[in-house]
């Protein structure tokens, strides 16, 4: 079985230009972007540095990813409705479940993350530069010091 990703040959398949725009903010007046800190959120693909995009506009349905505040600071979690109880879970085994109590927690809803974008490859330096043969070939290595 080959797991490795699928590259398309043909020119044609990237001549349409991507809107990034109309791609990640489809609610541009209702869309805010937010950076992250910490790890709680890993096993979903989300990192610390990452940038999130909230869409206000959307409600939280039960397991959506969530960014929320709790007790005046800002949380990301994924949201689960239990008997009439709202628990914030985390994606990574350290974090424990947060059961929200409405007489004692100050909690709302601010927006669905919908993007988690971060970086590859951020470690490279220098120019990718083509081999004869017409791909990508590794960065020429820089002299240190």
Do not use: C
């Not at 541009?28 to 910490?38: M, Q, S, Y």
């Not at 890993?42 to 409600?59: M, N, P, T, Y």
Request: charged fraction near 15%; avoid cysteine; hydrophobic fraction near 35%.
């Amino acid at each position: 079985m080959n797991n490795s990703p699928i590259l398309f040959n043909s020119e044609s398949f990237f001549e349409r230009r991507i809107n990034t725009q109309d791609l990640l903010v489809p609610h541009p007046d209702w869309t805010h972007f937010a950076k992250t800190d910490g790890d709680s959120m890993s096993g979903a693909g989300i990192h610390s540095g990452d940038v999130l995009v909230i869409d206000r506009s959307l409600d939280a349905v039960q397991h959506t990813i969530v960014v929320a505040t709790l007790n005046g600071g800002f949380v990301v979690k994924r949201i689960q409705y239990h008997n009439n109880q709202i628990v914030l879970l985390s994606e990574h085994h350290r974090h424990p479940p947060i059961p929200v109590d409405p007489d004692r927690d100050a909690f709302s809803i601010f927006g669905v993350v919908t993007w988690s974008l971060h970086p590859i490859n951020q470690h490279m330096r220098g120019p990718v530069v083509a081999s004869p043969s017409g791909s990508p070939a590794l960065p020429r290595p820089r002299s240190g010091r």
